[in-house]
């Protein structure tokens, strides 16, 4: 959804100024809990500290759904 294709484009700007690694952080709560998975159902890999979750350019990525397009202004 809106998450996977936010997180697309954030990886596709990352890639284009030469950032390697990206490292994402999930804060456990009532409210949020159905984003539990989003980081490593989205290619990220666990690090050390919990909630913690690293992208390294290389590793698979889910595309942008096609039906959502993202507008950056530019």
């Known amino acids: 959804g809106v998450e996977t294709a936010v ?3 954030i990886v596709k700007m990352a890639r284009e100024r030469g950032v390697t690694r990206l490292t994402g952080q999930y804060c456990p709560s009532k409210r949020n809990g159905i984003a539990a998975d989003f980081y490593t159902n989205s ?3 666990a690090v050390d500290s919990p909630g913690l979750f690293s992208w390294t350019d290389g590793q698979a990525l889910p595309d942008c759904p096609s039906y959502i397009s993202v507008n950056t202004g530019e």
């Open 7 to 9: 997180l697309s484009h």
């Open 43 to 45: 290619g990220f890999v």
